[in-house]
């Protein structure tokens, strides 16, 4: 497990985003010392995620001029190694 890295915080029984801009400043004061610093924020759209949480992130990098997007009928997911492991890719045109 030598390139596995563990990150800890608190946890609450009372979410709020009070509490999801906390552990936002604690995860970045753990990384900061990094010469790669994390690159991707995920979340899903709970309400908990307001402003104050983004206004934590650093800033973002320069924009996409363009997005690209793929229909769901253009994915392929292939089941390998026993169902573990799944990969996606395009279909070809």
């Known amino acids: 497990m030598a390139t596995r890295e563990r990150i800890v915080s608190s946890s609450t029984a009372h979410l ?3 509490w999801a801009a906390e552990q936002t400043e604690e995860f970045l004061e753990q990384t900061s010392f990094r010469n790669e610093k994390p690159a ?3 979340h899903d759209r709970d309400t908990k995620f307001t402003q104050e949480f983004i206004d ?12 690209i997007t793929v229909e769901r009928d253009e994915i392929v997911v292939r089941s390998c190694v026993g169902g573990l492991v799944r990969s996606f890719e395009r279909q070809a045109a």
Do not use: R, T
């Open 16 to 18: 709020n985003s009070a």
């Open 40 to 42: 991707i924020v995920i």
């Open 56 to 67: 934590k992130l650093p800033p973002l990098g320069p924009m996409l001029e363009e997005v």
